[in-house]
């Protein structure tokens, strides 16, 4: 083995993933302090090369050699969004400075303690960009909260807040009323109320106004844009969740890239009257062809009917009124999350 080329390999991997993370933090997050961390890393870890012999590192380089350029893994080629690049980059940057820090307490102690600070560092680096990204990542969300200001007993922002106090995972704006400039106001105040916290923000129908605000996803219903057309806009940029009823428009709507379903109606609810009540048989009968598709249960759900969900295997709930009409908003989150927290497995 060739400690040098060893070496001079994780150097590189290090640098290109501390610029993957500090390009993150700088223009996707406009956060100085964390840029300028990522970058201080990648400074230090390239000065220490002037520690050793010059051209000790440069004189055993063989990129045409290297028999790991020629190993591919299946999901090197993938990436389901930010989250995923950002974890990518944090795994790249501290597996290599792991490989560093082992070889140069071969041969350099110093070097070798100063990579180790570096390597904590890293770790705090790490953990503050990713709860940045928690919004954005694509996971089974446990609580949405649905808001339509009318709807609200309490100012919408107020609900809002509380919701996300309460640990809401994921919330969506669903306003069919406002203007376009007031409804991309209306988002990002939201955004900007809810991204610190990790909790996802999700638009109704429009992905352009979730674009501009910078949101989390677009949910689609039966009568807006096809799920493929909107993908082909928006890529990964944002996590696209569909309206189903029934188990044909769920398979239309995952082969098409959906990656939320929401199944519903579950019970009566004002704002899907139209609509006949499938209750959790609909439910089960999703999770049964698609157990591993995220889903949200939606349609006139409280804390009254929720254990029927929970039985039928349900991983997660929108919900409107039970949460914007009441005068404690916050409460009614506890109360639902408490029940899903007992009922899932950890």
Request: overall charge negative; aromatic content about 4%.
């Amino acid at each position: 083995m060739s400690i040098p080329r060893t070496i001079d390999a994780s150097l590189n991997r290090l640098a290109e993933g501390l610029r993957v993370m500090e390009d993150l933090a700088r223009y996707v997050f406009d956060d100085a302090e964390l840029s300028r961390s990522c970058k201080e890393i990648r400074h230090e870890a390239r000065r220490l090369p002037d520690r050793w012999p010059a051209g000790w590192l440069e004189t055993v380089r063989d990129v045409a050699g290297d028999v790991g350029t020629r190993i591919d893994v299946s999901d090197e080629g993938t990436r389901a969004g930010l989250w995923d690049v950002a974890v990518a980059a944090g795994h790249r940057a501290a597996e290599a400075l792991r490989t560093i820090e082992e070889l140069t307490k071969t041969f350099d102690a110093d070097a070798a303690s100063m990579v180790e600070s570096m390597r904590y560092r890293l770790y705090d680096l790490d953990t503050r960009l990713r709860t940045l990204l928690a919004s954005r990542r694509l996971r089974q969300w446990s609580l949405c909260v649905l808001l339509t200001e009318s709807r609200c007993r309490r100012p919408w922002l107020e609900v809002a807040a509380a919701a996300i106090e309460a640990g809401a995972d994921c919330l969506q704006l669903r306003e069919k009323e406002l203007d376009d400039a007031d409804l991309l106001d209306r988002a990002k105040r939201l955004v900007d109320l809810a991204r610190p916290a990790g909790c996802s923000v999700v638009i109704n129908d429009r992905f352009d106004i979730a674009l501009g605000a910078d949101a989390d996803g677009v949910h689609l219903g039966c009568d807006d844009l096809p799920i493929a057309t909107v993908r082909r806009h928006v890529g990964r940029q944002l996590i696209i969740g569909a309206s189903t009823h029934g188990i044909t428009e769920a398979n239309a709507a995952i082969a098409a890239g959906a990656d939320v379903c929401g199944v519903g109606p579950m019970y009566p609810s004002e704002t899907k009257s139209k609509l006949k009540a499938a209750g959790p048989t609909r439910l089960a009968e999703f999770i049964g062809a698609w157990p591993e598709v995220s889903h949200l249960a939606i349609g006139g759900i409280d804390p009254t009917n929720l254990p029927a969900l929970l039985d039928a295997g349900c991983r997660g709930v929108a919900t409107c009124d039970a949460v914007c009409t009441a005068q404690d908003p916050a409460g009614v989150v506890r109360v639902m999350l408490e029940m899903m927290h007992q009922a899932l497995p950890a």
